[in-house]
């Protein structure tokens, strides 16, 4: 059992549409990343979000805090072929711990 | 140059083999990280040196030994690994090492072991 679970696992869709990816965890976290992974080269951070209930927008990106800290959301709007990559959560716990997520592989499809 | 740079991007051992692999950061950070990704498997953390003290070692077998001469560089020495040990190894750093900090990548090192 993962401390992170990232879902779906994979995700294909047409370019211009919308979609949403969760990452659930039963712990509680101080903070919570999201990483975009692209073929070839290390995560990237894209954004941080520490209070509860938290919302932060990147451009066509809108991430949120689950109000317990528990969990987050990374909804993106419009999707594009750049947008491909495998998206990652990682959370913060007292101590230093820092976990990773399972992963999400998205497809944007021209 | 900038950033987390990792050498050598691709590598093919065989297990009886002994090499080594090879992160340097230009960012001033503190923390450095040695990560094992896998197909199929959430990014596995390895070892943790803040100020060239390691901090961490998560249940790593001893095939692996990391070491770090000064905070900038990141080694980590592999000898008679097996082919369940081929994944992509990244290597990442950070301000400091609580959790909260950013972590910036490097490219991987992409390990084949025959």
């Known amino acids: 059992t993962q401390l992170l679970e990232q879902s779906p696992q994979f995700l294909s869709i047409q370019e211009g549409e919308n979609l949403t990816v969760y990452c659930n965890s039963s712990?509680?976290?101080?903070?919570l990343q999201w990483y975009r992974q692209e073929p070839g080269e290390g995560p990237v951070l894209l954004v941080t979000v520490v209070t509860g209930g938290e919302v932060k927008k990147l451009k066509r990106l809108t991430f949120q805090f689950g109000d317990a800290r528990k969990d987050s959301s990374l909804h993106i709007t419009a999707a594009q072929p750049g947008d491909t990559g495998l998206y990652l959560c990682a959370g913060a716990r007292a101590g230093n711990q820092f976990y990773f997520g399972t992963g999400t592989s998205l497809t944007v499809i021209p | 140059e900038t950033g987390v740079t990792q050498t050598p991007r691709h590598l093919v051992m065989g297990m009886t083999n002994k090499k080594s692999l090879k992160c340097e950061q230009h960012?001033?950070?503190?923390?450095m990280y040695w990560y094992k990704q896998s197909a199929k498997k959430p990014l596995e953390l390895m070892f943790v040196y803040s100020l060239e003290e390691r901090v961490e070692n998560n249940s790593v077998p001893s095939r692996f030994s990391p070491e770090c001469p000064n905070s900038s560089h990141l080694f980590l020495h592999l000898h008679t690994l097996q082919p369940e040990d081929s994944a992509l190894y990244l290597c990442a750093s950070s301000q400091d090492r609580a959790g909260d900090y950013e972590q910036y990548f490097g490219p991987g090192t992409r390990l084949t072991v025959t």
């Open positions: 960012l001033g950070h503190n923390a």
């Open positions: 712990s509680v976290f101080s903070s």
